[in-house]
């Protein structure tokens, strides 16, 4: 799945990232967990999470995650943009809630990581 | 000759945490290291500087980088581990809520270090501190 696909799914905002940058998203994961998170094995994931915090981007620049999607309006700080910038991390928000943002993108294809 | 970098960890400084893995994960794509040794060696290091932050006063993280494998050596000031075995255990955890409300000490730090490390060496005295060692070959 396409970010911009994953945007039209969740009206969600990008707030950082390339959007002329394209990657394939096949898999997610929600967790607030960021230790859970440093447990994953696969690359091309999307994260959906609540938490939004800098160890959030610092987690996922360790594991590996090229795309974070901050649920129920969570809004990412200037610090938290830089460093996913820096990384070429794509964060997204959206005023969905967890469940029906996975809901929404399980329905449209994405699979689960476990 | 090997490279080796030195970085201070600072007790309870969350924003800090991951400085030193961000730079190694860095210098590791510099040397062209296969990207499946890249994670497993930044999650190692990355969870060795966590647990410096949410338990100790400070540390000192040394990475050295070798030919074929790395070492990182991360020693501290702290509380010490009374019981390493015990720590070792997925889901032992003596973290803060603080450090539970970040999205941490869910008592899966040492195990997944072990996961991940080839070899791995704790030593830890009560009131002083622990000092942890492993290598990951490439």
């Given at each position: 799945?396409?970010?911009?696909?994953?945007?039209?799914?969740?009206?969600?905002?990008?707030?950082?990232?390339?959007?002329?940058?394209?990657?394939?998203?096949?898999?997610?994961?929600?967790?607030?967990?960021?230790?859970?998170?440093?447990t994953l094995d696969n690359h091309q994931i999307i994260l959906i999470t609540g938490l939004a915090n800098v160890q959030l981007i610092r987690t996922v620049e360790m594991?590996?995650?090229?795309?974070?999607?901050?649920?129920?309006?969570?809004?990412?700080?200037?610090?938290?943009?830089?460093?996913?910038?820096?990384?070429?991390?794509?964060?997204?928000?959206?005023?969905?809630?967890?469940?029906?943002?996975?809901?929404?993108?399980?329905?449209?294809?994405?699979?689960?990581?476990? | 000759m090997a490279l080796k970098l030195d970085f201070d960890i600072v007790g309870g400084d969350f924003n800090l945490a991951g400085k030193a893995s961000s730079k190694i994960?860095?210098?590791?794509?510099?040397?062209?290291?296969?990207?499946?040794?890249?994670?497993?060696?930044?999650?190692?290091?990355?969870?060795?500087?966590?647990?410096?932050?949410?338990?100790?006063?400070?540390?000192?993280?040394?990475?050295?980088?070798?030919?074929?494998?790395?070492?990182?050596?991360v020693v501290d000031k702290g509380p010490g581990i009374e019981d390493i075995e015990q720590a070792m255990k997925e889901g032992f955890s003596t973290a803060s809520k603080?450090?539970?409300?970040?999205?941490?000490?869910?008592?899966?730090?040492?195990?997944?270090?072990?996961?991940?490390?080839?070899?791995?060496?704790?030593?830890?005295?009560?009131?002083?501190?622990?000092?942890?060692?492993?290598?990951?070959?490439?």
């Amino acid at each position: 799945m396409k970010i911009s696909e994953i945007i039209d799914l969740t009206e969600a905002r990008l707030v950082a990232g390339n959007p002329g940058k394209q990657i394939n998203i096949e898999r997610a994961f929600s967790s607030d967990l960021m230790s859970d998170v440093l447990t994953l094995d696969n690359h091309q994931i999307i994260l959906i999470t609540g938490l939004a915090n800098v160890q959030l981007i610092r987690t996922v620049e360790m594991a590996d995650v090229p795309v974070v999607l901050l649920c129920r309006n969570k809004i990412a700080t200037p610090e938290m943009i830089s460093l996913a910038e820096e990384n070429g991390i794509f964060l997204l928000e959206t005023p969905f809630s967890m469940f029906r943002v996975s809901g929404v993108l399980y329905e449209n294809g994405l699979k689960p990581l476990y | 000759m090997a490279l080796k970098l030195d970085f201070d960890i600072v007790g309870g400084d969350f924003n800090l945490a991951g400085k030193a893995s961000s730079k190694i994960k860095k210098k590791l794509i510099q040397l062209s290291i296969d990207s499946k040794f890249i994670k497993r060696i930044v999650v190692a290091t990355y969870e060795a500087e966590l647990n410096v932050v949410a338990h100790a006063y400070s540390g000192v993280l040394t990475a050295c980088f070798e030919p074929d494998y790395i070492t990182v050596l991360v020693v501290d000031k702290g509380p010490g581990i009374e019981d390493i075995e015990q720590a070792m255990k997925e889901g032992f955890s003596t973290a803060s809520k603080r450090v539970r409300e970040m999205g941490f000490g869910a008592g899966m730090g040492l195990p997944n270090i072990n996961k991940n490390v080839d070899e791995l060496k704790i030593e830890s005295k009560l009131g002083v501190g622990t000092s942890l060692f492993f290598k990951i070959l490439y």
